[in-house]
């Protein structure tokens, strides 16, 4: 999986719409092979980030869980630590 897609449930506060629409572009990037569509796919490459974005906020609206929340400040501090230890 694309490392810039990143975990968007069970957070405080939730993710929102551009968190949302940033991990569609990156997913649609990522099965579209380019970083970049040509004129001729800009129109169905927009309408699928669009796509996965209302059905990704579907998701995360109708998911259920009994775990806490994670602290949003916390969950990337120890992400920077993880990234220390295997990068020095």
């Known amino acids: 999986m694309c490392r810039n897609i990143k975990t968007l449930f069970n ?3 939730p993710a929102n719409d551009d ?4 991990s569609a572009h990156q997913f649609v990037r ?3 092979g380019t970083t970049k569509p040509s004129r001729q796919n800009q129109e169905i490459f927009d ?5 996965i974005s209302d059905i990704v906020r579907g998701l995360l609206d109708s998911l259920v869980t009994t775990a806490a929340p994670k602290d949003r400040l916390v969950e990337a501090e120890k992400a920077k630590l993880r990234a ?3 990068f020095g």
């Open 47 to 51: 309408r699928s980030v669009d796509e």
């Open 11 to 13: 957070f405080e506060p």
């Open 30 to 32: 990522k099965i579209s």
């Open 84 to 86: 220390t230890q295997r």
């Open 19 to 22: 968190e949302i629409r940033a």
